[in-house]
């Protein structure tokens, strides 16, 4: 019997594990190996250069840039998706009428829920190639063209939008437009999350509350709002890992794929920028590794200050 | 809303009649009540503009001439409908072939991926062997590392494999398979691990002493009751494989003489930058449209497992 087992466990794992190993693991490993060399690519030649390329980071200015950039998409996407998600949730389950059964949702609600989620199922590929065509820097363009029809903006002096490196709030003006897609794109998911999570609270502490004589914006703020902390956090964790990911549209929509002059670089840009039009692999890797330690110590970071006690019900 | 109809409501109105007097509700009772009913469905329709009125506009630019695409941008009704701007897309700009090719690869990544992620999860969900953490681990670690860290040595290791084996070199279906799968894994396996949890083991049990063996007793027992979990999964696999775009631009590259074997949101991406020399915009907006069409359709028919099924992946 426990030798069946043994041949069944292993018959099971060997073709997941194996294709695991070969596609994912295995170029991870190569990735930490190569970024001690000085490997270009697409040459035999590579050398051992110890931390070298990691020395390097500190003083890359592109590096320090994109960093700023990546800090700026990580506090930023979260912060607006969330707050528009759950105001969204609010509106659609707390704006509703008030009658014996206590404080309705809206009237159609069901529907607005579908429209909001519709970007959530399109590729960020189509969303990128979309965005780019209503972010066109002349009349032809969806937001330039609406605002030019009320007067809002000069004929002759559109939005440039993508190619607009000027600073706003010190931040280039193409991150903040970039920074509007993703909320743009995010925030239907996330209200949908979240008022999935507000639903499942059960009504007896609304009622309870209710006999207490509070209001709908009593109970939001006083109840839903910290029942929803564990829901919210977990929604803060992934949309991180989505705010290092904005490459699709910085690679997709940016002129020179991180432009204009270096304005919307962000990490992975930088790794594409130098692996495959510098030509400089070990150093990418080495980037690529950084941005992993990164990404992982913020992960635990994240975890660690939104770890808090479960209210069970 | 409006208050015509209420001849109750005014500012200062105490609550009406009938209600408890608990209910003096803080937010206000009738007209504050009233008003932010009508402010919530104004601003919840503003959002829902803004989320359809980009999608209508690409939809409705396809249908336009060139001409028109300039002329009046912003216009949601073509003077003409022009059907031929798909036929362009669908031959010239090869979505056509690009969506045969999606099609074919999605078929088989989704099939291993669900096949192979739940064998792999259900062995360490409900099996103890040594090592069983270990292999659980290195899976949940590809959670967390970019993508874009592996992009140099899977390319490199793609391309070593197609000198030997040509069927899985780059450019290749199967080889995008192999791949996605492989990449699919790490969020399948935790994901339906968790699920083979909390299947209670008296059937199993029960299985097992009717005789049952190992793989007999998870593809006629533990899968089929493990059903919902692979719904949530295989939703969110589909979209996230048909959305994928990074490891296809990345792997398959035809080469000149080689047939274009690319996927559908690669193929966008050039569209995207050859419509930009030829002006074809309505053409752009025709593939775009018909990138986008099938996914929001399937969405609305299955919405509500969609829904729940995303953020299900997303509660774990």
Redesign the interface.
Known sequence: MRHGVGRFVTGFLVLPVGLYLFYVVWPFLQAAGYSLTDWGGYSDRQQFVGLENYLRLFTDELIRKAFWHNVFFLVTVPLCTIALALFLAFLLNVGGREDKAGIRGVFGSGLYKVIFFFPQVLSLVVIAVMWQQIYRADGQGLVNGVLMKIGLVAEDDPITFMYDPEPFLGVPAVLWWLLLIAVWSGAGFYMVLFSAAMQSIPKDIYEAAILDGAGRFHTFFRITLPLLRDTVSVAWVYLGFIALDMFALVFIMTPSQGGPNHASEIFASVIHFNAFQKGQFGYACAIAVALAIFTILLAAFQLRITRRERIEF | MSTVTHPLAGPDQAPPTGRTP????????GAG??F??G???L??AV??I???Y??L??VM?ALKTDAE??RK??SLFPERLQWDNFVRAWTEGHIGSFFLNTVLVLAGSVFLTML??S??A???AR?D?PGNRL?YY??LS?L???I???????F??VYNMGVTLPFLGPNKHLMLI??Y???S??FT?FFMHSFFRTLPTAIAEAGMVDGA???RL?FSVMLPMAKPGLISIGIFNV?GQ??Q??LPTLLMQSVAGEPKNQVI??G??E??VNQGYQSD?SG??AG?TM??LP??I???VF?RQ???G??AG??K
Do not use: D, E
Request: glycine share 8%; hydrophobic share 65%; net charge positive.
């Open positions: 608990g209910r003096r509700a803080a937010a206000g009772g009540a009233r932010f009913n402010f919530s469905h601003f919840l959002w829902a803004m989320v359809v980009p999608l506009w690409v630019s695409v300039i941008p912003l192979l992620g064998m792999a259900y062995v360490l099996y062997f292999i290195m899976f590809g967390t590392l970019p874009y860290l592996a992009a140099v040595p899977l490199k290791g192999l791949v799968v492989a990449w894994l790490a396996v063996s190992h793989s998870f979209l048909w959305n775009w990074y949101s690669q966008l991406i569209l995207s915009w752009l907006f775009v990138a986008m996914v929001l399937v969405y609305i919405q969609v829904q729940s995303l953020t997303v509660g």
